[in-house]
């Protein structure tokens, strides 16, 4: 009795350890990709992440758990420095400032650096007035 209690137990085990196995394996892992005016952003998250992603005024943040380590993305550089030419030639210098910093940040693939450079670009856009912030978005 207590040797097929054993081989049933271990069987048992066998099985559900198989299924475990197989389950996250053929697992869908969550995708976020964002399509903005200067490229397109995406990140994969393995299946029990929360996958989130937004558009922020011509760029992408997606995240796995608030994390944007994993992102990859796809960038049109020429948009963004046309965006930048006609920010200066309009007086948003400032703007055009964090552009550059953000353009510096997705070449050299460092993605903290790049998500406090966005945050710093919408509280730029933010303190415009309404008819600022119109022009500004009119350039995207």
Known sequence: MKVFFLKWWKGLFLIVFITTVFTLLSAK?????????????????????????????????????????RMTYDIDYDKIENFKSRLKSNGFMSIADKVQIIEQNLKGNEQKKYKDAINEYVKEIELLSPNEKEIVLSFL
């Not at 299946?47 to 944007?68: M, P, Q, T, W």
Request: hydrophobic residues 35%; positive net charge.
């Open 29 to 69: 892992f969550p995708r976020a990709t964002v399509t903005d005016s200067f490229g397109i952003f995406c990140i994969e998250c393995r299946g029990y992440e929360k996958v989130r992603g937004v558009g922020i005024y011509g760029f992408g943040l997606v995240y796995c758990n608030g994390k944007i380590n």
